[in-house]
């Protein structure tokens, strides 16, 4: 069955325009290699970040894709990352798990629930095009302490989805370069992406610098 991707279809024409809304605000090669807290990869040049919570991707993340557990490689830091963003501050979104065009009665969604401890955002709209699903998910969660997509880090192995998400939300993006799967059975369009984000930042364009409501 072909996962189509109408949200992400319209949202790429933006980069035409706007290229750096596909950039990371911090790089990794694999979820092994994320900070905790990930504050840490942020706070350079006299930034001052507060990650209060974590939107994770699932596939060729912290997953092999099409599997609902976590890589076997990557379950003690996937525990200390859930140690540190504790119950409904770490949100799995999927464009397979929860994407109700894709899994219509949600049962990846529960399985991925119940092999990993996390919630699994329910939303109609696939990334990079499902930023107001998530922001009213921690609106409906106030003890997330989330009250700014300022205060989410957005993490996931694709540039015109999940870094997309992040920018257009005005959160940071964390990408994870190279995932679970080798880069030879990686889809043609995860393998077009890394000579994008060099062509990008060889000419200087960088993400877009997330702005607090309150400095508006």
Known sequence: MLNLNLSASLNITRLIFKPSLCLPHHTVSTFNDLPI???KGLQKDGRK??????VLDKDDCFAYPDNVEVYDSYKSHFEKLRLAYPGRKLLVVSNTAGATSWDKNLKLASEVEKNTGITVLSHSVKKPGCGQEIM???R???ET????????AFVGDRLTTDMMLANMTGGWGFWVRDGVIPLEKKSIFSRLERPLAAFFFARGIHAPEPRSIFEE
């Open 49 to 54: 970040v507060e990650i209060k919570a974590v």
């Open 37 to 39: 807290p990930l504050e």
């Open 136 to 138: 009213e998910y921690f």
């Open 145 to 152: 302490g989330v009250t700014d997509p300022a205060h989410i």
């Open 140 to 142: 409906k969660h106030p």
